[in-house]
């Protein structure tokens, strides 16, 4: 589930959204209305997954059609315009994506339009794996060993945050390249030290494939990087015209993850059958256990699915902020509203 980590993409895909949105900001509308049912398209951030289960559920279960929605679900294009690159030009309603890569379409004179309308998950379970017993398991413990890099500004910010708050030098971390299609195979086969993995996906693999490993979140190391990731977006002329409409999709894809909470073997099964991509193909065990770990995760603790907590989300952009990750500082508040949520 490579998606999750592609932290510093979107800022070349912002670019690419100005042309788009300088003729799309009017694309949010729905395509159309035939048989009582409104039309709705929503991106992906990449293949079918854990992540993405509520909304293939509410499909699958007749929630968006009880509403009155024809909902597309469909994958960013090869040529690498991102899911939020579409939803700011208006050309899907819906996209999912990350608060951190959002960063860079916010930071600017003239923002993007597109706003966090509900978390997938509520916490950041992503964090460091490395291979158990070798000093890895907590931040400075990665001084002396390879760190698999992204080289992305916001990637490494934290990183470096995180090492030296921990007492190492981020100076004696060796970084080479992520080049890894198999994070758990290239720790067994000792091609790096340490890699950025999502719990869900990539711990729980491992946990599979039989990997003794050592892990630590993000979020345990420094509050402020429990940021949201990942998150729904919405067009946000889209918003303005037909905000009645933007709360009958989010209250199915509510159902949808409660569903999902639920009833987590059965999840698992209609999004193993709902990808058209193959991309989910002999991993259905993977599937089930990251399922039931995720049934736990899309509210965590709180009583509203896709809840997003105002100070969580202002704390890690006045982080960007402070240390200069930014092109210009972004304002609080900006970029979500809980106003869509059931």
């Known amino acids: 589930m490579k998606d999750t980590k592609r932290i510093a993409a979107v800022a070349m895909a912002s670019a690419m959204a100005l042309s788009l949105a300088a003729c799309g900001q009017k694309g949010g509308t729905?395509?159309?209305?035939?048989?009582?049912?409104?039309?709705?398209?929503?991106?992906?951030?990449?293949?079918?997954?854990?992540?993405?289960?509520?909304?293939?559920?509410?499909?699958?279960?007749?929630?968006?059609?009880?509403?009155?929605?024809?909902?597309?679900?469909?994958?960013?294009?090869?040529?690498?315009?991102?899911?939020?690159?579409?939803?700011?030009?208006?050309?899907?309603?819906?996209?999912?994506?990350?608060?951190?890569?959002?960063?860079?379409?916010?930071?600017?004179?003239?923002?993007?339009?597109?706003?966090?309308?509900?978390?997938?998950?509520?916490?950041?379970?992503?964090?460091?794996?490395?291979?158990?017993?070798?000093?890895?398991?907590?931040?400075?413990?990665?001084?002396?060993?390879?760190?698999?890099?992204?080289?992305?500004?916001?990637?490494?910010?934290?990183?470096?945050?995180?090492?030296?708050?921990?007492?190492?030098?981020?100076?004696?971390?060796?970084?080479?390249?992520?080049?890894?299609?198999?994070?758990?195979?290239?720790?067994?086969?000792?091609?790096?030290?340490?890699?950025?993995?999502?719990y869900g996906w990539g711990g729980i693999n491992a946990q599979l494939r039989g990997l003794d490993f050592d892990y630590f979140y993000f979020k345990d190391i420094d509050p402020v990087f429990d940021y949201y990731t990942p998150i729904l977006i919405a067009n946000n002329a889209f918003l303005e015209d037909h905000p009645d409409t933007a709360k009958a999709f989010l209250a199915a894809v509510a159902q949808g993850y409660e569903y999902a909470i639920e009833h987590p073997e059965e999840a698992a099964q209609i999004l193993i059958e709902s990808d058209a991509t193959g991309s989910l193909a002999g991993s259905e065990d993977l599937i089930l256990e990251s399922q039931k770990w995720m049934a736990d995760q899309y509210k965590a603790e709180v009583d509203q699915w896709g809840y997003i907590d105002p100070a969580r989300w202002n704390a890690f952009y006045n982080w960007l902020n402070d240390n200069g990750l930014v092109d210009q500082p972004i304002p609080e508040n900006t970029g979500f509203s809980n106003d869509y949520l059931a």
């Open 30 to 198: 729905p395509s159309g209305e035939e048989g009582g049912t409104t039309d709705i398209t929503v991106c992906l951030d990449w293949t079918p997954n854990t992540n993405h289960t509520g909304l293939f559920v509410a499909e699958a279960n007749g929630y968006f059609e009880e509403a009155g929605l024809n909902v597309t679900i469909v994958q960013p294009p090869e040529d690498g315009t991102t899911a939020t690159t579409l939803c700011a030009a208006g050309q899907v309603q819906f996209a999912v994506t990350v608060q951190d890569n959002l960063a860079a379409a916010f930071a600017r004179e003239d923002p993007l339009g597109v706003t966090a309308v509900a978390a997938l998950l509520q916490h950041n379970t992503s964090g460091i794996m490395s291979r158990a017993g070798e000093g890895m398991d907590s931040p400075a413990g990665l001084a002396g060993h390879r760190y698999s890099t992204y080289n992305g500004v916001i990637e490494l910010a934290i990183m470096e945050q995180v090492v030296e708050a921990d007492g190492g030098d981020f100076a004696d971390v060796e970084l080479i390249p992520y080049t890894l299609e198999d994070e758990a195979g290239a720790l067994m086969e000792n091609l790096t030290d340490a890699i950025w993995v999502y």
